[in-house]
């Protein structure tokens, strides 16, 4: 008999700001975290805008010279990992920490430490790249340390799917504590990945928004004048539990995890498959899983790029799962108010998830001012709504052709 999984903690390191409360307040505030990059001269860039992380410090979280040894990625990993295990009051003593598992996901890994090292190694030679590079930059290397600064011994694994890599690695830990495999999973997504070398390769792909001038307006999902997406960097790490194991310590529970879709396109390197045929079926699988109808979904927080085909695409491939119900469904995607967090997206996406569900409160698309009748759904624009929320869905896509879908609900006893 497989087990329910569900949420117990969580933890939002984000543009909107740090902590779940924070991040929650201004989004429902309809607040944008995109301003003007301040990490790195952009000035001779194309785009020169990005949802930075404005209010984090390591050292709050960590020792000074451990931090030092990890790229930022990994720093809002550990950090956010040590936030949500508190939210969720685990005693580590009492824990057995080989029934504990790490799964997360990034998109690249320590960006900024490639960079930097590649530019000592062209001005100053081999022997001045630091012994830590390595390990620094490697992509799994934010879920090591976080198993090493928890010490937890279950199974450690780094998703990358783009995009869709924090959904990818929450479901797939959804799925270990079903089969009994863990009993608790700490899981999400970090990126850290503003960097002049990332966002070059994004510019000259013509991907992201140049509305360098009005930064808050210019990540618009599903709006006619939306010209790409906008970066995004930061955390979001969710503790999944089995029910039984939450129950044993009287955990709060946010709500419960009930099923994971995952498919590829197989179409192209980054562009969606015509009428969003992969997104569907994700959405679709996710659903079977659960064992609901399309029309139990009250809520969907969409992937929802501001790119012209992902938001036309994910419109067609809600329209084709949910039929007649996609017109009754609110629809959103806070990537309006954050960014894009790339393989982190998921992780800080199913935080809103989630609270949507438990708080009955969606919310918004901002600068949602001009309908694209390609996008014609009830997007929640500009203000956030109080809904009854029993079941809501949450998409990530990435490019590959990467889809996946978690789909949760309000835990009833």
Sequence with gaps: MSKRVVITGMAAITPLGTGVDKFWGNMLAGKSGIGTITRFDASAFPTRIAGEVKDFDPSLYMDKKEARRMDRFTQFAVAGAGMALSDAKIDMENLQKDRVGVVLGSGIGGMETLEDTARVLHEKGPGRVSPFFVPMMIGNMAAGQVAIAMGVTGPNITVVTACASATNAIGESFKMIERGVVEVVITGGTEASITPLALAGFCSMKALSTNNDEPAKASRPFDAKRDGFVMGEGTGIIILESLEHAQKRGAAIYAEIIGYGSSADAYHITAPAPGGVGMAKAMREALNDAGIKPEDVDYINAHGTSTDFNDKYETMAIK??????????????????????????????????????????????????????????????????????????????????QNATVLIGKYKA
């Design 320 to 401: 084709t799962v949910f039929g007649e119900h996609a017109r009754e469904l609110a629809v959103s995607s806070t990537k309006s108010m954050t960014g894009h967090l790339l393989g982190a997206a998921g992780g800080i996406e199913l935080v809103a998830t989630a609270l949507a569900v438990k708080n009955d409160q969606v919310p918004p698309t901002i600068n949602y001012e001009n309908p694209d009748p390609d996008c014609d759904l009830d997007y929640v624009p500009n203000k956030a709504r109080k809904l009854k929320v029993n079941y809501a869905m949450s998409n990530s896509f990435g490019f590959g052709g």
